[in-house]
């Protein structure tokens, strides 16, 4: 989504279409929401610290994927209890998520309306700006209805080769490399077929 990129695309092939895909734009999200969380713990008490101390990872976590065994629901439901900005930007975020899941591009244009709205009213000033950059990215964001791509299985397998290359602290051989890399694709089909 930078400036430079868009630019870049726009220049050297201007027939494309960009499409900003669920799996950025709420990474993106995700961001903001940790550095608000950072923000608003260090104006806490030392007894909201502690509830809000844990919680890093149950903010980013998808609501289905709570485990009742870590009781995570109740102490996700706890913080966002006690400090009311960081309950509606979790909720904006949860919001955001529906966009992806809308039936028509015209749906999809209301619900990204509707955000960008109540977001802009929130009084929060992370949820207005990132309320600007969706109006700055509104044809790229509904441009996932005309072409449902996404560049997940990218990300996946990039982070699967930097794994890879982590865990053997490089390759000498880059034909070696290579093979591994073709390797990680014949093993995701051999699952799938």
């Given at each position: 989504m930078s400036k430079a990129y868009?630019?870049?695309?726009?220049?050297?092939?201007?027939?494309?279409?960009?499409?900003?895909?669920?799996?950025?734009?709420?990474?993106?999200?995700?961001?903001?929401?940790?550095?608000?969380?950072?923000?608003?713990f260090n104006r806490a008490s030392a007894t909201e610290q502690k509830i809000l101390k844990g919680i890093r990872w149950l903010l980013l976590k998808n609501p289905e994927n709570l485990l009742a065994a870590r009781n995570e629901h109740k102490r996700l439901q706890q913080a966002l209890e006690l400090n009311r900005p960081l309950a509606t930007v979790y909720y904006m975020k949860?919001?955001?998520?529906?966009?992806?899941?809308?039936?028509?591009k015209a749906q999809a244009a209301d619900c990204l309306a509707d955000w960008i709205a109540r977001a802009k009213v929130s009084g929060i000033g992370m949820l207005k700006k990132f309320?600007?950059?969706?109006?700055?990215?509104?044809?790229?964001?509904?441009?996932?209805?005309?072409?449902?791509?996404?560049?997940?299985?990218?990300?996946?397998?990039?982070?699967?080769?930097?794994?890879m290359k982590r865990q053997a602290y490089g390759y000498r051989d880059n034909e070696f490399?290579?093979?591994?890399?073709?390797a990680i694709h014949l093993t995701k089909f051999a699952l799938v077929g």
């Open positions: 868009i630019q870049a695309v726009r220049k050297h092939l201007p027939a494309t279409t960009i499409v900003f895909d669920h799996f950025h734009l709420i990474k993106l999200f995700n961001d903001k929401l940790q550095q608000f969380r950072r923000w608003l949860e919001d955001l998520r529906q966009l992806w899941s809308q039936k028509t309320a600007k950059t969706l109006q700055i990215h509104w044809d790229g964001i509904l441009a996932y209805y005309d072409y449902r791509i996404s560049t997940g299985p990218l990300e996946g397998t990039n982070n699967k080769i930097k794994t490399l290579k093979l591994k890399i073709m």
